[in-house]
């Protein structure tokens, strides 16, 4: 077996597995998901994904793609069980992370959309690093912390390692740990 299917199989178990602890929690009510970031991640990642495979990365999006679906799932679920803490940059990274597909849309630059989806997923983060911060119990530290392992897994089943295709994938790496770090550092 060619040992990038390997890193894309296990990128996709990872990647499905962080997200399983956080839906348990939303349905304990020990997790409320901020809609807003649920929301932008749902976008980006879509974005993201298809600009990646534009860019060759081949089977590396996989994980990126169960996870823009998953994060999808979220959403819909913070519509009911999600938090009111809602802030008006809330909505000024959703108008980032809609750029950022408009972009993609209109000008087909895969480098240029998938730099814009990284620094709006981090700026999409940022109510999110709020809210671990203010409420780390509302949070599921385990999920971030998977989710940056899952995409280190993933720059590794890349077709092609290129600025495209594995600038997103850096980018979750960072703010995933970091806000894992976050909760962490909080709880105590």
Known sequence: M??????????SIIG??????YIRDIFK??????????????ILQ???VVAM???GAGLGVASLAIGAVLCGTIFLLSLRYGTANIKPFDII???GALIAIAIYLFLQNALLSVIIVSLTDFIAFLP??????????SETASTFALSSASNVLALFALSSFTLTTSLYL?????????????????RK
């Open 128 to 137: 999110t690093f709020r809210k671990a911060y203010e409420e780390p119990a």
């Open 53 to 55: 495979i534009s860019g």
């Open 2 to 11: 060619n040992i990038q299917i390997i890193f894309v199989i296990l990128s």
């Open 16 to 21: 499905i597995a962080c997200f399983i602890p």
């Open 29 to 42: 009510h020990t997790t409320e998901p901020h809609p807003y970031s649920w929301l932008i991640w749902t």
């Open 46 to 48: 879509s974005t993201a």
């Open 170 to 186: 850096i980018s979750l790496i960072i703010t995933n740990a970091t806000c894992a770090f976050i909760i962490l550092i909080r």
């Open 93 to 95: 990274c959703l108008i």
